[in-house]
């Protein structure tokens, strides 16, 4: 009789340690820090957004930039915190003036009940599943914003295959109503050539 329990005890354990749930992010996650405002601009969001200029190229920025302050790292967004909209910042592609060819970032307000967003920025970065194939790159740097105008810059749980956020953000995300949307130069790519 003995010899048979070890058999089916051993099933059980290895089924426990399939069935474990994903850990609570919450504990490792830092808290974000609330500021005036969400910034597209700020270097550490261009950074993230892989919109930084490489060395030796000839980027610049617009002469009537403004500075950007430095943007917090994302955290968990302050339980505290009431939202009631988002800031989506993204690569916008190419822009091209008389001064030439500049890289961009596009910033879109979202706007509407947050709950299914914050409840998923709240999940765990999804376990990566066998025979997954990495996703290509999804760049998304996004804020919450209250009804004040101040901001919280979120961490992004990571989806199954990797190359961006968890699809319940995306989700989450296409559920709210875009009610602005703007794209602003970063860098000089290429000078348009002399007349």
């Known amino acids: ?4 329990l070890v058999p089916g005890l051993l099933a059980v354990l290895v089924l426990a340690g399939c069935s474990s749930a994903a850990p609570d992010p919450s504990p490792t996650v830092p808290v974000a820090h609330v500021v005036e405002a969400a910034d597209c601009m700020a270097p550490q969001v261009l950074a993230a957004l892989d919109l930084t200029p490489a060395a030796g190229t000839a980027a610049t920025v617009p002469s009537s930039a403004a500075p950007h302050v430095d943007a917090p790292a ?7 915190f009431v939202a009631t909209g988002a800031v989506e910042c993204t690569p916008g592609g190419t822009l091209v003036d ?17 709950t299914a967003l914050e409840a998923a920025l ?3 970065p999804a376990p990566t599943s066998q025979g997954c194939t990495p996703a290509p790159v999804s760049r ?12 919280v810059r979120a961490s992004l749980p990571e989806g199954a295959c990797g ?7 995306t989700t989450a ?7 602005d949307t703007a794209t602003y130069p970063v860098g000089l ?7």
């Open 74 to 80: 994302p955290g968990r967004v302050p339980s505290t």
């Open 163 to 169: 190359g961006g956020p968890r699809a319940e953000i």
């Open 98 to 114: 008389s001064a030439g060819t500049w890289s961009s970032v596009r910033a879109r307000r979202l706007d509407g009940d947050t």
């Open 122 to 124: 709240a999940l765990a």
């Open 1 to 4: 009789m003995g010899r048979r």
């Open 140 to 151: 998304l740097d996004l804020w919450l914003v209250d009804a004040l105008g101040r901001a």
């Open 189 to 195: 790519l290429e000078p348009a050539p002399n007349p």
């Open 173 to 179: 995300l296409d559920a709210l109503e875009v009610t």
